[in-house]
């Protein structure tokens, strides 16, 4: 679950190489940028839900935090957390 910094977002497009384009929850869209940590350990694909961290000093940017597998993004669905 998302801290109070972090939102859940919707990845709409993949810009190549650690960016990506989301659509988060409080209806902003950012350009989000997948860590070193993540880059070849987790594939980031266009509808996945991802929890992002929004940057203090440049809102139209986040940090991807975590990408949510499709189960998880149907419980989260089903528990009324995400549309």
């Known amino acids: 679950m998302p801290s109070e910094d972090e939102l859940f977002a919707v990845v ?7 960016h990506v384009r989301v659509l988060c929850q409080d209806g902003e869209t950012r350009l989000g940028r997948i860590p070193g940590r993540m880059k070849y350990r987790t ?7 991802v929890l992002v961290e929004p940057w203090e000093w ?4 986040a940090n991807i935090e975590w990408r949510y597998s499709e189960a998880d993004a149907e419980q989260l669905r089903a ?3 995400i549309d």
Request: glycine share 14%; hydrophobic share 20%; no cysteine.
């Open 12 to 18: 709409t497009k993949h810009l190549g190489g650690n």
């Open 43 to 49: 594939w980031i694909n266009e509808d996945d839900i």
């Open 58 to 61: 440049q809102d139209e940017k």
């Open 79 to 81: 528990e009324g957390h």
